[in-house]
């Protein structure tokens, strides 16, 4: 890979991590830090982690 | 009541017993809880993060169809289990059994394996961005 490649590479990495990897970091802060989760807390989970088509635009 | 008087410190060990017992049984279900809605909702924050992180990889070209439909298997894999494991939880917050308590266990150690062999997949796309 030339040196250039590398750096394209490099820069997309970076990029990623610095537009996943934050809200990453603040959403991981929030659950930890909550010690009493509501019942309203709990069902809002059912609403997380959607199919791995939503992330390409496909239909469920 | 004599005999109440007379024993009191048994009656009054009995009734620290209880009591204990009761709290005891209230913190350790509020812990089991607060446990299981943590796994849930980190696992899904680190999934909402590094699956599209891994597609975006792919769009560049940094990922192959094949790697990418590999990766999507997982990511099927533990999406099945995650809502499996958010429906017991939330089952479980609604009716404490332990039917249900069991349940969220056994979907939730299923959930906590799937994530971790989806990451351990994309893991290395991720900080190498190499083919």
């Not at chain 1, 970076?14 to 830090?33: D, F, H």
């Not at chain 2, 059994?97 to 349940?103: H, L, M, P, Q, V």
Request: proline share 3%.
């Amino acid at each position: 890979m030339a040196t250039e490649d590398r750096i394209a590479v490099g820069m997309a990495i970076l990029e990623l991590i610095l537009r996943y990897g934050v809200p990453l970091a603040l959403e991981m802060i929030k659950a930890l830090e909550t010690n009493n989760p509501t019942s309203e807390d709990i069902r809002a989970l059912a609403l997380r982690a959607p199919h791995p088509d939503t992330f390409e635009g496909g239909q469920l | 009541m004599e005999r109440i008087k007379r024993g009191w410190h048994i009656y009054l060990a009995i009734s620290a017993c209880v009591v204990w017992a009761l709290v005891a049984n209230g913190c350790v279900k509020q812990e089991f809880r607060t446990n299981a809605y943590k796994t849930l909702a980190a696992g899904a924050a680190i999934y909402e993060s590094g699956y599209p992180a891994f597609l975006e990889l792919h769009q560049r070209g940094l990922v192959t169809d094949a790697q990418k439909a590999a990766g999507k298997v997982f990511a099927i894999k533990y999406w099945a289990a995650y809502h499996a494991s958010s429906d017991a939880l939330i089952a479980y917050d609604a009716v404490d059994s332990a039917e249900n308590k069991d349940r969220v266990r056994v979907t939730l150690d299923e959930a906590a394996r799937c994530l971790s062999t989806l990451s351990a997949y994309i893991q290395p796309f991720l900080s190498k961005g190499v083919k």
